[in-house]
Antibody
Framework: EVQLVESGGGLVQPGRSLRLSCAASGFTFDDYAMHWVRQAPGKGLEWVSGISWNSGSIGYADSVKGRFTISRDNAKNSLYLQMNSLRAEDTALYYC?????????WGQGTLVTVSS | DIQMTQSPSSLSASVGDRVTITCQASQDISNYLNWYQQKPGKAPKLLIYDASNLETGVPSRFSGSGSGTDFTFTISSLQPEDIATYYCQQYDNPALTFGGGTKVEIK
């Protein structure tokens, strides 16, 4: 069974950093691109960042460019999101997702709350 | 970035009704358009990929059509378990974008 499990969320003050992780199992991790998608409370879905199978192609939403860094470790079947200079508007549930252009499946999400 | 305009933002329909949601892209995205269902408190679930392909295991009452800039998602006969918010998503452009979502409720 394909499974994605996010971790690393929590309450953090504005301007501080947080690192999210996504542990993958049940599929050949280095065959697929992976993405982060977030959802602010009561709001819609927003793509955050994506990384190709070999880390050769990386993209970011304008809203996080220069502050967030996506990475992956294929030996550990893991995806990461380093989030720096966090803002209140980064408060959201962060999902990781396996991708072939479409996202399937999604993890259960990890909640990031940015507040003083 | 490509903007995805989804409508309506919400709708109320009776069990058995045909429900249609539209998604318009700000530029030609060929058929690089996917549809997701999100139930309250749950992660989104892929229903349709590449505009019209039904994901394995998804009931056949769900369907999608369209290409270029205009796309349609249809539930042929609304069921109580279909209460959810539905999103379209394009992947023609590396900056992936979602529609604003359509909340479907039972009348």
């Amino acid at each position: 069974e394909v499974q994605l499990v996010e971790s690393g969320g929590g309450l953090v003050q504005p301007g501080r950093s947080l690192r999210l992780s996504c542990a993958a199992s049940g599929f050949t991790f280095d065959d697929y691109a992976m993405h982060w998608v977030r959802q602010a409370p009561g709001k819609g879905l927003e793509w955050v960042s994506g990384i190709s199978w070999n880390s050769g192609s990386i993209g970011y939403a304008d809203s996080v460019k220069g502050r967030f860094t996506i990475s992956r470790d294929n030996a550990k079947n893991s995806l990461y999101l380093q989030m720096n200079s966090l803002r209140a508007e980064d408060t959201a549930l962060y999902y990781c997702a396996k991708s072939r252009g479409w996202f399937d499946p999604w993890g259960q999400g990890t909640l990031v709350t940015v507040s003083s | 970035d490509i903007q995805m305009t989804q409508s309506p933002s919400s709708l109320s329909a009776s069990v058995g009704d045909r429900v249609t949601i539209t998604c318009q892209a700000s530029q030609d995205i060929s058929n690089y358009l996917n549809w997701y269902q999100q139930k309250p408190g749950k992660a989104p679930k892929l229903l349709i990929y590449d505009a019209s392909n039904l994901e394995t295991g998804v009931p056949s009452r769900f369907s999608g059509s369209g290409s270029g800039t205009d796309f349609t998602f249809t539930i042929s006969s609304l069921q109580p378990e279909d209460i959810a918010t539905y999103y379209c998503q394009q992947y023609d452009n590396p900056a992936l974008t979602f529609g604003g979502g359509t909340k479907v409720e039972i009348k």
